[in-house]
């Protein structure tokens, strides 16, 4: 019970800094509607599902991570970020009408499949999730059984789900939607801006 404190603790921890899985909520939501912000959010709580059944399946045949396998993910993980940083500063310059309805927000070119492809992508390439999650597995005490490996792992998936869900909802109220209206341009750019410092912090640790 001691060490499910720990390990509780030190996920909520993780969860209150900023990373780029918030960032994409907020500019998914200022691009399209809180509904498709759902669906990110969904996406990332299933690419944080993957990624711990990875790593359980990893450490149970191999009994230990491939260094290099992280190591390779780093870079992947780096251009991801500069890619979503490309996008901030491309849409910065757009007008966007928060108070539209969701179907005129939405288009035909955005499926609730690629919105959570989004999620799932953003997850997944991220390594500050491949790390964090694998240095709390190898924690885990050796004669560990799986069934406590599996309920750990889904109480932490649906803690990253209930609480993207309520950012989102707190940013969808009226307060804040007026100041996201009003600023959204350097909203946009302060995201893309912190979507490449992590990835030229990635490069560089």
Known sequence: MNFFVVIAVTHFLALLSPGPDFFLLLTTLLRYSHRAAYRVAWGIA???ALILGVLMVLLNTLGQLSSNFLFGLRYVGALYLFYLSWLC???AHHHLNLEQSVHQQMN???TWQS???MGLQSSLLNPKNWMFYS???ILLPQQTSAVYKISISIWMVMVVLIWNISVVTWLTRPQCLQYLQRYTPHI???SGICFSI???VLLCI
């Open 46 to 48: 299933l690419g944080n």
């Open 89 to 91: 500063l491309r849409y």
């Open 108 to 110: 035909a070119e955005v």
């Open 115 to 117: 919105l959570l492809g």
């Open 135 to 137: 240095s709390l597995m």
């Open 188 to 190: 946009y750019y302060l």
């Open 198 to 200: 992590f990835a030229v």
